[in-house]
């Protein structure tokens, strides 16, 4: 029994480590909080938070805020860390994800509405871990055309 025990501690302490040391590899795994001053956007949310937890082999996205407009932002997905297709999970303009792994610091994101990409999304993530770079395309939920750079740091 005292073997059986030792055993299954290690097994879970194991399992632990190694979603951390999963999540501690992935460099958008963390809270971000937009800087207004830094970005350059056709139309800026007043305020956005952008979460990313490992989820699995799956990373889950939160997205909160305020828009431009005032609406409230709320969104959450989960896109496969190594690329591939999504999902949507709750809340924004979109019912479908992909995203594409292009190295250990840049993701690219797809949010599509109907079949149709909507919005495109290429994140770099800084070699020192504290910034993120999000160059946006697409439109909004009204359908106007929005773009430019979102500069996130990290909380």
């Not at 190694?18 to 963390?30: D, E, I, K, M, T």
């Not at 989820?55 to 609406?71: N, R």
């Not at 997905?77 to 995203?99: C, F, H, I, N, Q």
């Amino acid at each position: 029994m005292n073997r059986l025990l030792v055993f299954a501690t290690f097994v879970v302490m194991s399992v632990v480590g190694l979603g951390v040391l999963l999540a501690q590899s992935n460099p958008f795994v963390g809270t971000w909080k937009l800087n207004l001053a830094k970005s350059k956007f056709t139309s800026p949310p007043k305020e956005e938070m952008f979460t990313v937890q490992m989820v699995g082999d799956q990373d889950q996205v939160t997205v909160t805020g305020t828009a431009a407009v005032g609406s409230p932002i709320s969104m959450k997905y989960e896109v496969p860390d190594k690329g591939g297709t999504g999902r949507v999970l709750t809340g924004g303009p979109y019912d479908a994800v992909s995203g594409k792994r292009i190295d250990e610091n840049t993701y690219e994101t797809s949010l599509m509405k109907g079949g149709k990409e909507i919005s495109h999304h290429h994140l770099v993530v800084s070699k020192d871990g504290k910034t993120m770079t999000d160059t946006a395309k697409g439109t909004n939920p009204q359908g106007n055309p929005v773009s430019g750079v979102e500069i996130f740091e990290k909380q």
